[in-house]
């Protein structure tokens, strides 16, 4: 079975722009996570997506948005970047049903984005 | 809330030391327990789990295993080789956790010098 996949894999903006970051889960999972890493504050949850519906949200501001097509790929999307976005951006699928005892997220490879 | 508390690194050892990483947590109820690690450059890898109380991960030679009774989770190897320089994070998945995504610990980087 093929991993998650993220593209691009690297980025680099300019404050006041917008980006967009793409993650294609392992055939079968139907839910989509976001984290972000930094240095400073570690790994820190976006939101999560289960079939086509944002079922999670962590605490970031309303730039950053997401959705969730038919076929469980996803993108972000972060506007009016700022210096503070440069991160590591990693995305996690599951099979979304919740069961702690069969549930685990695999993660992608991250697109690192730079904001000068 | 939930949360999860690692050891601070950086931990260095030579190659062929053994290896602990101290993990605790604290949840409601019995959550699931992971370690995942991460090579410089790359995302992040399940190395190993475990879903209940008593229960052992294994993958690669690392160990962990769930005890409900201390509520650790701690990461032991008994020969590192300098390829497993890495961070390492544990993580818990909330057994009741509706909606409520994986809790990270702030990660342990490991360096293996020859």
């Known amino acids: 079975k093929a991993g998650v996949t993220q593209t691009p894999r690297y980025l680099i903006k300019t404050r006041g722009q917008q980006v967009t970051l793409s993650c294609s889960p392992i055939s079968g999972h ?4 976001w984290y972000q890493q930094t240095p400073g504050q570690g790994l820190q949850f976006l939101f999560e997506y289960f079939s086509e519906t944002q079922r999670n949200k962590g605490n970031f501001p309303g730039r950053f948005s997401g959705r969730q097509f ?8 972060v506007s009016t970047l700022e210096l503070g976005d440069s991160a590591l951006y990693l995305c996690a699928s599951s099979s979304g049903l919740m069961d702690a005892s069969t549930d ?3 993660f992608g490879p991250g697109t690192r984005l730079t904001v000068l | 809330g939930d949360s999860v508390t690692q050891m601070e690194g950086p931990v260095t050892l030579s190659e062929e030391a053994f290896l602990t990483i101290n993990c605790t947590y604290t949840a409601t109820g019995y959550p699931s327990l992971f370690w995942y ?3 410089p450059g790359e995302g992040l890898q399940l190395l190993l789990k475990a879903t209940k109380a008593d229960d052992k991960g294994s993958n690669k030679g690392f160990e ?3 005890r409900k009774e201390t509520t650790s989770f701690h990461l032991e190897k008994g020969s590192v080789q300098v390829s497993d320089s890495a961070v390492y994070f544990c993580a818990l ?3 009741n956790s509706g909606n409520t995504p994986l ?3 702030k990660g342990t ?3 293996v010098i020859a």
């Open chain 1, 30 to 33: 139907r839910s989509v996570s």
């Open chain 1, 70 to 77: 038919s076929n469980s790929r996803s993108e972000m999307n």
């Open chain 1, 104 to 106: 685990t997220q695999y």
């Open chain 2, 37 to 39: 690690v991460q090579y």
């Open chain 2, 64 to 66: 962990a295993t769930y």
């Open chain 2, 93 to 95: 998945f909330p057994r």
């Open chain 2, 103 to 105: 809790v990270f610990g």
């Open chain 2, 109 to 111: 980087r490991l360096s």
